[in-house]
């Protein structure tokens, strides 16, 4: 079984950046594309971004322009969030997919305070 192990979500001020950080928990082969969700309080989980193996990306029109993904040459994926907003509030989770299936991460927390 696979398991995301996420890091880097907490409380920030708005306006100030965040880095969240995802790697699987063990040695594998690299998924096809990773990236991260969000859920709000009351809303459906959503797309933030997403990367693939060869470094094609797709933002939500609500984070271009303030977030960038990235991801080292195996599994580890990065979400760096900027010029954060009081509705970016809402646990964020990894997401990882191959042939072999999709994969989630337990979720972080990401607070943004005014």
């Known amino acids: 079984q696979v398991q995301l192990v996420e890091s880097g979500g907490g409380l920030v001020q708005a306006g100030g950046s965040l880095r969240l950080s995802c790697a699987p928990s063990?040695?594998?082969?690299?998924?096809?594309?990773m990236g991260w969700y969000r859920q709000a309080p009351g809303k459906q989980r959503e797309l933030v971004a997403s990367i693939t193996n060869v470094g094609g990306t797709n933002f939500a029109d609500s984070v271009k322009g303030r977030f960038t993904i990235s991801r080292d040459n195996g599994n580890t994926v990065y979400l760096q969030m900027n010029s954060l907003k009081l509705e970016d509030t809402a646990v964020y989770y990894c997401?990882?997919?191959?042939?072999?299936?999709?994969?989630w991460g337990q979720g972080t927390q990401v607070t943004v305070s005014s």
């Open positions: 063990a040695p594998r082969l690299r998924f096809n594309t």
């Open positions: 997401n990882a997919r191959d042939f072999t299936g999709v994969y």
